[in-house]
């Protein structure tokens, strides 16, 4: 069985928890979590409710409440109830400014031979074939030509 975890606040943490759940304006999970774990707080000031009661009253399952138990005795107060920070970006960017001076500078130069003007399926066949990027979709270099309000016409 995984170890229970045993939440006692300290009366500044009571505080602090009460007006984050009571006053301004906040994210709804960072509130939610705030009133959980004062009802979870098993120290002389709380009210001690078992985690099932506790998700029952909020709306969430008893894991999460295990979870959020185990972040604060491990990490603390403002890790318990904030967004975890991202180390790194989901996903890393492709086609980034490089790409786009690249691609403004082809759509801005004089279309190839026997064409009265560059289409979006002849400038990405372009930018693999100078080897600018291994390989992009004609909707990628649309989207992008739009992000710059660069018209083809």
Known sequence: ???RYRITLTKEE???LEAISTKGRRAARTVLYARALLLLDAGELGPKWVVANVAEAIGTTPRSLEH?????V????IAAIERKIRVK??????????FEAHLLALACSEAPAGKSRWTIRLLAEKLVELKIV???SPMTVCNTLKKMNLSLT
């Open 89 to 98: 970006p989901p996903r890393e960017i492709q086609f980034g400014g490089e």
């Open 134 to 136: 291994p390989t992009v």
């Open 1 to 3: 069985m995984a170890p």
């Open 74 to 77: 491990e990490e603390g107060l």
């Open 14 to 16: 009571r505080e602090e």
């Open 68 to 72: 959020l138990k185990k972040r604060f």
